[in-house]
Antibody, heavy 116, light 113 residues
Framework: EVQLVESGGGLVKPGGSLRLSCAAS????????MSWVRQAPGKGLEWLGH??????????DCAAPVKGRFTISRDDSKNTLYLQMNSLKTEDTAVYYC???????WGQGTLVTVSS | DVVMTQSPLSLPVTLGQPASISCRSS???????????LNWFQQRPGQSPRRLIY???NRDSGVPDRFSGSGSGTDFTLKISRVEAEDVGVYYC??????????FGQGTKVEIK
């Protein structure tokens, strides 16, 4: 069974940094493209970016609002996906989800609150 | 960026009756490989989103057959043949043809009358 478990969320001040993790199991992680999607309180879904599998180049694509501030990476030896978030803004407050491929399976999400 | 426009944004339905949600894209979602990467998601209250339909009309494993997807090009529809209480939530369409970025519709809230 596919399982995705996000962690690392919490309260951070504007301008601060946070790294989210997504532990994957139940599928061949190294072969999978992986995505991050967020949802601000009471709002819709926003794609943040994805990382390709190493065999497909391992490159990343990020959405414009987070490009240059957020970095997606992966450690296939640990079956783990990461989202490094820097220069956080209050508008980054959201639940952050990892998902397989083009959002086939989702984790339970982790809440990030950016507030002074 | 491809803009995904859903309608209606709110859909009160009677139990046992059909429901239909429209999703329109600002450009054709047919990819160069011939596939159309249009997905539908359900998000029940307090839960993570769950994919129901991929590539327009393919149901994911475990999705009841009362859910169906159709459409082509720029116009797509999610239909629920007979709404049940567990279908309450917000439904999103998503395009994965023209990326980056992948884009979602605004969401349609389905509630019971």
């Amino acid at each position: 069974e596919v399982q995705l478990v996000e962690s690392g969320g919490g309260l951070v001040k504007p301008g601060g940094s946070l790294r989210l993790s997504c532990a994957a199991s139940g599928f061949t992680f190294s072969n999978a493209w992986m995505s991050w999607v967020r949802q601000a309180p009471g709002k819709g879904l926003e794609w943040l970016g994805h990382i390709k599998s190493k065999t497909d180049g391992g490159t990343t694509d990020c959405a414009a609002p987070v490009k240059g501030r957020f970095t997606i990476s992966r450690d296939d030896s640990k079956n783990t996906l990461y989202l490094q978030m820097n220069s956080l803004k209050t508008e980054d407050t959201a639940v952050y989800y990892c998902a397989t491929g083009m959002a086939g399976r989702w984790g339970q999400g982790t809440l990030v609150t950016v507030s002074s | 960026d491809v803009v995904m426009t859903q309608s209606p944004l709110s859909l009160p339905v009677t139990l046992g009756q059909p429901a239909s949600i429209s999703c329109r894209s600002s450009q054709s979602l047919v990819y160069s490989d011939g596939n159309t990467y249009l997905n539908w998601f359900q998000q029940r209250p307090g839960q993570s989103p769950r994919r129901l339909i991929y590539k327009v009309s393919n149901r994911d494993s475990g999705v009841p057959d009362r859910f169906s997807g159709s459409g082509s090009g720029t116009d797509f529809t999610l239909k629920i043949s007979r709404v049940e209480a567990e279908d309450v939530g917000v439904y999103y369409c998503m395009q994965g043809t023209h990326w980056p970025p992948v884009t979602f519709g605004q969401g349609t809230k389905v509630e019971i009358k």
